[in-house]
């Protein structure tokens, strides 16, 4: 078998990343993601495990060499780490260079340890602010302590962590420097992430929310040298060294349209709907061909070439002071972070 990659869409990008929601469901109702009164989908929707399973490992034979578990929030699927401990087996043939997650990080305490044991080396954990009456105001159910022992945890299991923070303003803007070096202190790196009009959230308004990461990057650049740094990871991140603590600042800014030529990635729902662009509404059934071909994969593995066959050459965000064009009708708990 040739090592080129299996999967290329119509733009020559190869797809080498795919990002699975496992859940839409959160024992956390974040005020940019989610509303408070949720309705969530009937579990027939849901792609079983072992559908997963097929699904993902066929993405594997095509190519795929990093995989990342999001949601919803992934830990809080029943039995979901028997499908970490299944995906473990491409890590061991070497078919697989990772495997991680994007947690809110409250189930990290009972999970850890686990995760660790099934190949998984580094997570990305939410975590918007250090106080904990803003956290409560933010997460809405969520409490502080939890996700703080939760990332000790994960520490402690010799997980790498990453801190993703949404840039909210008039809500942690005043957090900047105490989570720069709350990260320093703990040698994890800090992605800021602009937030994004996605899905209906009841009575916030996005727009109120909206802090710019070039106001950001000023604000560090007032306290400390940022270097910038050519690496990338095929999407809309794009980082920085601080000088004075070493640590690596990432910088997500989706609306943006400058990463979408590198793009190496596609995201799959928790119902088994493929999406190729994180801002394009197109999506492709792939739930159909492994529910009607059970045994079958080559016709799963035919339809995912047809799905990335059309993926688009970018996204229609766009963002400006007044109004909110190219919304996204969809959560991000939907479609996965
Ligand atoms: N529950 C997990 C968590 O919170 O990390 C995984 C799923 S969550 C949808 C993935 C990431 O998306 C989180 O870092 C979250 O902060 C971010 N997110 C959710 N809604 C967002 C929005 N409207 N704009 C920007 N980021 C958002
Ligand atoms: Fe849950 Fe993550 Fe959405 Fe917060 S951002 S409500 S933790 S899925």
């Known amino acids: 078998m040739s090592d080129a990659p299996a999967l290329i869409d119509p733009f020559q990008r190869a797809i080498t990343y795919l990002r699975v929601s496992v859940t839409d469901r959160c024992d956390f109702r974040c005020v940019y993601c989610m509303s408070e009164n949720m309705t969530f989908l009937p579990k027939r929707e849901l792609l079983t495990l072992e559908e997963l399973d097929r699904l993902c490992s066929a993405f594997v034979t095509q190519g795929v060499r990093k995989l990342r578990i999001t949601g919803g929030e992934p830990l809080v699927r029943r039995g979901i780490m028997g499908f970490f401990q299944a995906m473990s087996r491409h890590l061991e043939s070497g078919a697989l260079d990772e495997l991680t997650l994007t947690t809110n990080g409250s189930q990290l305490r009972k999970y850890a340890a686990d995760l660790a044991a099934a190949g998984v080396r580094r997570i990305n954990v939410s975590l918007d602010t250090l106080q904990t009456a803003k956290f409560a105001e933010i997460t809405r159910w969520g409490r502080l302590g939890q996700v703080l022992d939760g990332i000790d945890a994960a520490q402690e299991a010799g997980l790498r962590v990453k801190i993703n923070m949404v840039a909210l303003k008039g809500c942690n803007d005043d957090e900047l420097f105490d989570m720069v070096e709350f990260c320093a202190a703990r040698d994890m790196d800090l992605t800021m992430i602009e937030v994004m009009p996605m899905g209906d959230i009841g009575n916030e308004d996005r727009l109120d929310q909206y802090w710019s990461l070039k106001d950001v990057a000023t604000e560090l650049a007032t306290r400390y040298t ?112």
């Open 226 to 337: 940022l270097i910038d740094l050519a690496e990338t990871t095929g999407g809309p991140a794009r980082y920085r060294r601080i000088a004075e603590t070493g640590q690596k600042i990432g910088f997500i800014t989706p609306m943006t349209h400058n990463f979408c030529e590198s793009c190496n990635r596609v995201r799959l729902t928790c119902t088994g709907q493929l999406f190729q662009c994180l801002g394009q509404e197109g999506e492709y059934d792939l739930r159909r061909a492994v529910r009607d071909n059970p045994g079958d994969d080559n016709v799963v593995i035919t339809e995912i070439h047809r799905a990335i066959a059309m993926k688009p050459k970018g996204h229609d965000f766009d963002y400006t002071r007044t109004s909110v064009s190219g919304k996204m009708s969809r959560h991000m708990s939907h479609t996965g972070g």
